[in-house]
């Protein structure tokens, strides 16, 4: 049977401007079972077409069948499909990979096949056994000597039981005794029906083939079988070449194994590479948790300030000093004389010392005095009792509610229910009626820290004042606020005979612009952090691009490697992508750990409120994956781009 039968084979390599001719018209068959020796002076051309047979290279022109192929128009992965199925290689230079050990080596070739693993394994193990190196599986390439690694490549171009070994200068690094071994083995290996394809210019080399093929000149001057051999093979019986169709889980499982032990075999590339995307992603995490924790703050702000469409009127003091003094009789003329008022509450306020009666226990509070509407308008919620109505305000009860943080500081529990208990303002005794619904602390400001008694009753009975610091007032839904606001300003310049040259004794303000401002606010704190920690993770991304592309040239060699032992260009891309996603998931996970616990350090020691959200956690892990797809994609397809010819050779 016919393995190999090449036509007018031909190879021109185009050298910038010139085309230099290597090889003129080669013609050759080889037979099944042959050793075949070819033999020429350095530059004759009898490398170029070893690689042309090996499928590492392509002919110019001409035809070169293998095992009845015709592999002239094959493209790339196909002729790596066929190396994978028929062809195994043995170096000069051996081209073990360093950082995996003799066993590893060996194996490599069968992850680019359906090989099952326990199959690979107990295959290596006993080529290993063969070759005589099982005590030596779990060595490095730099442990064992170079004869050992020789022979370690020999079993490694059998694990995928090939047709055909080529062998390239496999003495030409050795001394005289691990020559002879090395041969010895091919020998023996040729005896089991293997074609054996050698190029060597040793003479004494040539002894155990059974065809001496010479070059010179980029053509075939002598063709000589000096021997008969048999073709058949016990061993390894003849091939039928079918692509690749194993499972992409299992693909993608390999590709993993294949990034991870790259990763770990240089451990400060990657922890460099891993660095770049954690400080990026902590940034997101921390810069979305205090965005998030200020949103929070805000919106909490937001809810705190009432319903929409409600101006708060404050007195305000004009150019000539002048300021309105307002007064309960305000709230009940603005409802009658200015359209578009839906309710008015009323409001003043002062700091107070309360005393509970039973064990004159006391602390410091705000204390409010407000119309009954005040609750509704403001969104206040009661968890235990009742808020003061109408009724008990215009008869100036003495009546208060209360908010959890005064609970806590008189009776010792937030939980604790006062209803019905009695405590001392100004000497007076109060009712409690009900509890605020608790509504949290926010840096300075505790929102729970408050009583809240009626308006008259404040007036009249424990502030000895009659002035309103603030009036809220509800607008109707139809109604224009603006012209609203306007109304109010000119009738409380009426009411209190002040000329309208002096409308800034009082101020309207609206609530809705403060709420549109805070949100716009939120916004724009969300954009910057967000731009910040994007361009964070960007130049997090490009480092790993130029560490890869780095790593990429570093391992020309084993991209050649991994194509001649039979890895597509998928292969090699889908590896330097998992590789790149691989090393920013991990910096990523990190990233989210430092990032959470940088975020809560922070917030402690500067009593900023603090929120990790799921989502950002979720989204800073995708993006940094994102993140190495993106920026892998050229390094990994610069790889897979490579030819196998061109990486074996580079330095």
């Known amino acids: 049977m016919k393995v190999i039968e090449i036509k007018n084979l031909k190879k021109t390599y185009r050298l910038e401007k010139l085309d230099v001719p290597v090889l003129h018209g080669v013609n050759l068959e080889i037979t099944q079972g042959e050793f075949v020796a070819i033999m020429g002076q350095s530059g004759s051309g009898k490398s170029t077409l070893l690689n042309i047979l090996g499928l590492l290279d392509k ?205 770990l075999g240089n451990k400060m590339r990657s922890i460099l590479s891993v660095l770049g995307i954690m400080m990026g992603v902590a940034s997101l995490i921390a810069m979305s948790a205090i965005v998030n924790g200020a949103k929070r703050g805000i919106a909490k702000d937001i809810a705190n300030l009432g319903k929409p469409d409600i101006l708060l009127v404050v007195p305000s003091c004009s150019q000539n000093n002048t300021y309105i003094k307002l007064n309960i009789d305000d709230i009940d003329d603005l409802k009658k004389n200015v359209s578009g008022i839906r309710t008015v509450s009323g409001g003043c306020y002062q700091r107070e010392q309360l005393n509970i009666a039973t064990n004159s226990k006391n602390c410091n509070t705000m204390l409010i005095g407000v119309s009954a509407v005040y609750a509704d308008l403001k969104n206040y919620y009661i968890s235990d009792g009742r808020f003061f109505t109408e009724t008990e305000n215009r008869e100036k009860k003495k009546v208060a509610v209360l908010g959890k943080t005064v609970i806590k500081k008189l009776y010792g529990d937030e939980n604790f229910n006062p209803t019905g208990k009695y405590i001392k303002i100004n000497r007076t005794d109060f009712q409690v009626i009900g509890v605020l619904q608790a509504k949290g602390s926010r840096e300075w400001r505790d929102e729970d820290n408050k009583v809240i008694i009626p308006l008259n009753t404040a007036l009249y009975r424990t502030f000895g004042t009659k002035e309103l610091e603030f009036m809220d007032v509800q607008v109707n839904e139809d109604a224009d606020i603006t012209k609203v606001s306007e109304s109010i300003i000119k009738r409380l310049l009426f009411m209190h005979r002040l000329p309208a040259t002096e409308r800034n004794a009082v101020r309207v303000i609206n609530m809705n612009e403060i ?73 990523g996970i990190i990233g989210i750990l430092f990032g959470s616990g940088l975020s809560v350090i922070t917030g402690k020691f500067a009593g900023w409120a603090i929120y990790i959200t799921p989502f950002s956690i979720g989204f800073a892990f995708c993006f940094s994956g994102l993140i190495g797809l993106t920026f892998g994609v050229w390094p990994a397809r610069k790889a897979a781009l490579l030819n196998p010819i061109d990486a074996l050779r580079h330095d």
Do not use: W
Request: aromatic fraction near 8%; glycine fraction near 6%; hydrophobic fraction near 40%.
């Open 515 to 587: 709420k549109k401002t805070l949100s716009s606010a939120t916004r724009t704190f969300t954009y910057l952090f967000g731009s910040i920690a994007f361009i964070s993770l960007l130049i997090g991304g490009i480092g790993i691009m130029n560490i890869m592309f780095v790593s990429v040239s570093e391992r020309t060699k084993e991209i050649g490697l991994r194509k001649a032992i039979g890895a597509n260009n998928a292969d090699i891309l889908f590896q330097f992508i998992i590789e790149s996603v691989f090393v920013c998931c991990i910096g």
């Open 59 to 263: 002919p110019s022109e001409g035809s070169y069948k293998l095992a009845g192929i015709e592999t002239s128009n094959y493209s790339n992965n196909e002729l790596a499909a066929l190396r994978n199925c028929y062809l195994g290689f043995i170096f000069q230079q051996f081209n073990l990979l360093p950082k995996l050990t003799i066993l590893e080596n060996v194996s490599l070739p069968a992850i680019y096949t359906d090989s099952k693993d326990k199959e690979t394994f107990r295959d290596s193990l006993k080529l290993l056994d063969m070759v005589g190196l099982s005590e030596r599986i779990k060595h490095r390439p730099s442990e064992v000597s170079g004869g050992q690694q020789q022979r370690a490549a020999i079993a490694r171009s059998l694990i995928n039981k090939p047709l055909i070994i080529f062998a390239d200068e496999p003495t030409g690094n050795l001394d005289t005794k691990s020559s002879k071994e090395i041969i010895k083995i091919l020998e023996d290996l040729n005896n089991t029906g293997i074609t054996i394809i050698m190029v060597t210019h040793e003479a004494e080399l040539t002894a155990c083939a059974t065809k001496i093929v010479k070059i010179q000149d980029g053509l075939i001057i002598s063709d000589k079988k000096i021997a008969e051999k048999s073709s058949s093979n016990p061993v390894f019986q003849k091939k039928t070449f079918k692509h690749k169709t194993f499972s992409l889980v299992r693909k993608f499982r390999d590709y993993f194994k294949e990034a991870s032990r790259s990763l």
